[in-house]
């Protein structure tokens, strides 16, 4: 209907949050640098504006790595998935309202726990729950929302800059997307908590006079998700279980493994539940479907499509294989190769068999070889020893690339790297290997990752300049959940000798949580009861127990006992790096 013009949000601060024009460069023919495929599925995802799905359903596609739906209801609109900043949702909804009116927001829906789908909630409720607004996710919503971006949020945040190519340029050399969409926004990351939670397939809601009927998805691209149907509207909302790329089974971000065998026994369901009920499709991501046959036409490609490498996968576990063979042996038939929306974009074949393996046999392959190798320094040691030294090794490296096996060429430089990091020739020389692998790239997220290393190995490391931990995500954090975060940041070896009680009793909650740091784990149980043998006890709310944790002091923490505890509990407490070492030691 419209775009966006210029396709440019910014912050209050006048910073750019997302450039949706920064890839007006995707235009005409393929480049020599950038995978034909890619560079269709680029142009494609690129288009940004406000789009008519049917009647009273619209998207805003190309404004963040997401899409943003918007039903029209009785009194206002409901707002489905809006986007990770709330700076772009605010710009979608400013879009939507410019050409359908100045509607309020009377509802919003999660459709599942991950931060392109919940991140920008504050530009489209800028107060919250406010005035009774209905906020619907389905269960487990919010656990799933909040342990994903803290207890290892720090290594999948520097692990998403690569990614997504967050630092690359983005041009027909750089990033040119992500396969599901072009990249993430910058912008403030906000959670409203859900009021009302989605339990059971079937169940049915009203939202401001629009019937929702729900699928509910667990374990599928998303520890919680759900699909749902508008079947006044005769509109199917497929969450991310269904997009035009093939997904990933395990993110390289880094991510639990997902289950592909439930992920397609859903589609089968999706098909039985709405197959016959719907004239459009869409999803968080890319553009919708039409027409009754050709949906049942996508779930049904789709679900062959997880549940063959599922299957494949394991025959080939029960014959001997392993993850990295199977990765070289595994196929699609070609009627499913050939379908654009099982295309590896973003998920790959290859890492995705690896994840299925993951899922059911771990790390261990199980050659004694591998059961205790050395760690990566002390091994590429050994391999640049083995191999004459690191000017011998980087020779070998180049007669690799010029028979063209890329691939053992980075192996090898990868060595003399890690071996020796100062060493230029090594450095200048992978880089270049990487360049030519992202080039040649149909996953957007493999190019992503070996044009930032690439580019780390030339340039090193730039300091991230965002994260999904906000102040919003941090308050949806339950009190275990936040006691949870400090252990898992215990430095263990600093805290052998450490023994301490303490009692943090938050009276808004009617609890106490007993905390014990011993043999450097830091452990706790909650009851209704102080304990009279703590060595200190801490009163205080929420957002105070928040700001300690943050390192502000105890600004109006009432303290009995001996406080110094606490800083020696804070003491032995790690802060993460968000900017580590990936492709250098």
Known sequence: MAASKPGVVKNAKGQVVYDADAYGFLKGAAPDTVHKSLWRQGKLVARQ??????????QVRGLDLS??????????????????????????????????????????IYTHPHVDHFGGCRGVLPNGAEDGVPVLAPDGFLEHAVSENVYAGTAMQRRSGYMYGAQLPKSAVGQVG?????????????????????????QVEVVDGVRFEFQMTPGTEAPAEMNFLLPDLRALCMAENATHTMHNIITLRGAQVRDARQWARYLSESVTLFGG??????????????????????????RDLYAYMHDQTLRLINAGWTGREIAEEVELPPALAEVWANRGYYGSLSHNVKGIYQRYMGWFDGNPAHLWEHPPVEEAKRYV?????????????????????????????????????????????LARVYTRLGRGCENAVWRNFYLTGAQELREGVREAETSVVSSDVLLALDVDQLIDSVAVRVNGPRAWEVRLTMDW???????????????????????????PGAGVTLTMTKPQLLAMLAGKGLGGIEVDGDVSLLRTLLGVVDKPDPNFAIVTP
């Open 277 to 302: 009920r719907a004239d459009v499709a869409f999803a968080s991501h890319h553009w919708p479907t039409w027409g009754g046959e050709l949906i049942v036409e996508l779930l049904e490609q789709q």
């Open 385 to 429: 020893k083995a191999l004459g030294g690191r000017t011998a090794a980087v020779a070998r490296a180049r007669a690799f690339v010029r028979e063209g096996d890329l691939r053992f060429a980075a192996t090898l430089l990868n060595h003399v790297v890690f071996a020796d990091p100062e060493y230029e020739v090594a450095r200048a020389e």
């Open 178 to 202: 992500c396969g599901l969409g072009q990249t993430v926004s910058l912008g403030s990351v906000g959670l409203i908590p859900p009021t009302r939670s989605v339990e059971r397939t079937g």
């Open 49 to 58: 504006g406000l789009y008519k799905v049917t009647d009273r359903v619209y």
């Open 67 to 108: 899409n943003m739906t918007v039903v029209e209801g009785e009194q206002g609109v409901i707002v489905i998935d809006p986007l990770i900043s709330a700076e772009t949702a605010a710009a979608a909804l400013k879009l939507y309202r410019a050409h359908r009116g100045d509607r309020k927001v009377t509802g919003l």
């Open 505 to 531: 009793c938050l009276p808004s909650l009617g609890k106490t949580w007993h905390l014990t740091l011993r043999h450097g784990v830091l452990t706790y149980r909650s009851d209704t009861k102080a304990d």
